[in-house]
């Protein structure tokens, strides 16, 4: 499944019942405006399912650029060394 939000694009993958993937194509994010979107879907995702959510690099499990954890305010940056908690 695919959503455009906000000149997004969204993919969805349906892993089972504990994993949802949602992917986009970093080239489409090109401002600060689709930046700011990212964030908070991933505050809003984290949030509805009081699951920590992370944005990985492209075709990575292990490689985050970001995360979120519920009851945190903020998304993170994750520096380049570190892996996935």
């Not at 949602?22 to 505050?43: A, H, N, P, Y």
């Not at 509805?48 to 979120?68: G, Q």
């Amino acid at each position: 499944m695919s959503l455009s939000m906000n000149g997004t694009l969204l993919n969805c993958h349906v892993f089972g019942v504990g994993e949802i993937d949602f992917d986009i194509d970093s080239e489409e994010v090109t401002s600060q405006k689709k930046l700011d979107f990212v964030r908070d879907f991933m505050l809003i995702l984290g949030n509805l399912t009081n699951k920590a959510v992370y944005l990985l690099e492209k075709c990575s499990r292990d490689r985050p650029i970001m995360r979120y954890f519920p009851g945190e305010t903020e998304v993170s940056w994750v520096p380049s060394a570190e892996g996935a908690e």
